[in-house]
């Protein structure tokens, strides 16, 4: 096997463990990993924030420069509040989709009312799915730490499967490819003792 392949094989296999890894992690630690995410975007927002507040002072005309100053404020509020409180991201976001779904869930209901009304044998298809569309969304929202655990533990658990995947597909290719190689050589063998002969 050449130097090339061996060395793409090298790197798959450290790109799937690395997401192995990562998988592992958001699937036993997710609590963790979320305010790690969220004090990152903090200090991100944070450093953001400097570029637009001193643009701000080095105007000359600070009364157009206003937009300026206050997307440097709001960067930096944003950036301290997300170091402070590393868990209020989270819970903002499932709150928010708990929120979505409870609204989604309430059309779903007059919808299928509406096919109700109008004879449509199948309405309480519609309405099933939109009671449990509503029960899910009241589960966000009032259970919103459960649910952030739960989705993070469940995307390790996509990204192991994953990386195991990855992991024995090149494991297989790297056999096929040695077998290849190996019988490659075997016939340049052959055609060097037939051409001696």
Same mark, same amino acid.
């Given at each position: 096997?050449?130097?090339? &392949?061996?060395?793409?094989?090298?790197?798959?296999?450290?790109?799937?463990?690395?997401?192995?890894? @990562?998988? &592992?992690?958001?699937?036993?630690?997710?609590?963790? =990993?979320?305010?790690?995410?969220? %004090? /990152? $975007?903090?200090?991100?927002? &944070? /450093?953001?924030?400097?570029?637009?507040?001193?643009?701000? *002072?080095?105007?000359?005309?600070?009364?157009?420069?206003?937009?300026? %100053? =206050?997307?440097? =404020?709001?960067?930096? $509020?944003?950036?301290?509040?997300?170091?402070?409180?590393?868990?209020?991201?989270?819970?903002? %976001?499932? /709150?928010?989709?708990? +929120?979505?779904?409870?609204?989604?869930? @309430?059309?779903?209901?007059?919808?299928?009312?509406?096919?109700? #009304?109008?004879?449509? !044998?199948?309405?309480? +298809?519609?309405?099933?799915?939109?009671?449990?569309?509503?029960? +899910?969304?009241? *589960?966000?929202?009032?259970?919103?730490?459960?649910?952030?655990? %739960?989705?993070?533990?469940?995307?390790?658990?996509?990204? $192991?499967?994953?990386?195991?995947?990855?992991?024995?597909?090149? /494991?297989?290719?790297?056999?096929?490819? !040695?077998?290849?190689?190996?019988?490659?050589?075997?016939?340049?063998? #052959?055609?060097?003792?037939?051409?001696?002969?």
């Amino acid at each position: 096997m050449n130097d090339i &392949l061996k060395h793409m094989f090298k790197m798959e296999m450290l790109v799937s463990i690395i997401y192995l890894l @990562i998988g &592992l992690t958001l699937f036993f630690l997710p609590a963790s =990993v979320l305010k790690t995410v969220s %004090i /990152i $975007i903090g200090i991100i927002a &944070l /450093i953001s924030s400097i570029f637009p507040i001193v643009n701000y *002072f080095k105007m000359e005309n600070r009364i157009l420069g206003l937009g300026s %100053i =206050v997307t440097g =404020v709001t960067f930096a $509020i944003a950036g301290l509040v997300m170091i402070m409180y590393p868990a209020l991201l989270e819970t903002v %976001i499932a /709150i928010m989709i708990g +929120v979505v779904m409870i609204i989604n869930s @309430i059309n779903k209901i007059e919808y299928a009312i509406t096919l109700r #009304d109008n004879n449509v !044998k199948e309405w309480y +298809v519609s309405m099933i799915f939109a009671i449990i569309t509503l029960l +899910v969304g009241i *589960f966000f929202v009032v259970k919103t730490w459960t649910v952030i655990n %739960i989705m993070t533990s469940i995307l390790g658990l996509i990204i $192991i499967i994953y990386a195991i995947l990855d992991i024995a597909e090149t /494991i297989f290719v790297k056999r096929k490819v !040695k077998y290849v190689v190996s019988m490659i050589n075997e016939e340049g063998k #052959d055609i060097k003792v037939i051409e001696e002969e």
